[in-house]
């Protein structure tokens, strides 16, 4: 990844509004347009803007989309690469990597840079990069409570038909720790069900079964990881002396 490589996206069409399920940090997201529209007015008076923001969640949750978004609103360039392309195996390719992704940045300044899962680097970064003072705000993004799952699935059933005895709030209700990933798949699921049960729009019926299913699935998996533990600790405890 050189940096005559390193190509913005221009006039992102995301915006805030595509966003849903996370009101509080858009709120706070919403003050860093503010700045990248307007940065004179907010340093006029000898104020440093922040440097760098960091989006806190689990996966799934919109931390993505929410960077686009910030672009979307400000008009600005973006810049997207993964923690995973500056994991080299030669010493100092992926610290070079990071100067290249900031030199390109500075030439289509202002702009926004979005290194996804950037807690999966390690110490190949740059020290100044991660230092102290880099990051000047956290934004936790969380899974959403019942409201935002609500509205996630009042946006999803746009695209998608849903029969008159669907109650999202229900639905939303049932789902506590869904992310808004969960909440899509959890969709995708249904549709394909209600499709091979013969209706012509997603049904209650069909919305239970995925949900069931995604929440028996993640019971099978930890059930699985719990016997492999056992058994390994079963080793372990076979191997004392």
């Known amino acids: 990844m050189s940096s ?22 858009k709120q706070e997201l919403e003050e860093v347009v503010e700045y990248l529209k307007d940065p004179k007015k907010f340093t006029a008076l000898g104020g440093k803007l922040p440097k760098g923001v960091l989006l806190v969640g689990p996966p799934g949750t919109g931390k993505t989309m929410l960077a686009r978004a910030i672009a979307g609103e400000a008009g600005v360039p973006f810049f997207y ?12 390719v992926g610290a070079r990597r990071v100067r290249d ?16 899962e950037i807690d999966a680097i390690g110490e190949v970064l740059d020290k100044a990069l991660v230092r102290p003072g880099r990051f000047d705000r956290h ?13 996630i699935l009042e946006g999803a059933f746009k695209a998608v038909p849903k029969d008159l005895d669907v109650d999202l709030q229900v639905i939303a209700r049932g789902t506590p720790g869904f992310s808004g990933a969960d909440l899509t798949n959890l969709i995708n699921v249904a549709a394909l069900h209600a499709a091979k049960l013969g209706s012509k729009a ?32 079963g080793r372990v405890k076979g191997g004392v002396m």
């Open 101 to 116: 992704l900031f030199t390109a940045a500075k030439k289509h300044a202002p702009c926004i840079i979005f290194i996804d």
């Open 81 to 92: 690469t993964s923690g995973s392309e500056f994991e080299e195996v030669f010493v100092g």
């Open 139 to 151: 934004v936790v993004v969380p899974n959403p409570d019942v409201e935002g799952r609500r509205q």
């Open 202 to 233: 997603v049904t209650m019926r069909s919305l239970e079964y995925a949900r069931d299913r995604i929440i028996m699935g993640a019971e099978r998996k930890s059930a699985v990881i719990s016997e492999r533990s056992r058994r390994s600790v």
């Open 4 to 25: 005559p490589d390193l190509k913005p996206q221009y006039n992102s069409n995301t915006k805030f509004a595509d966003v849903m399920g996370v009101d509080e940090a």
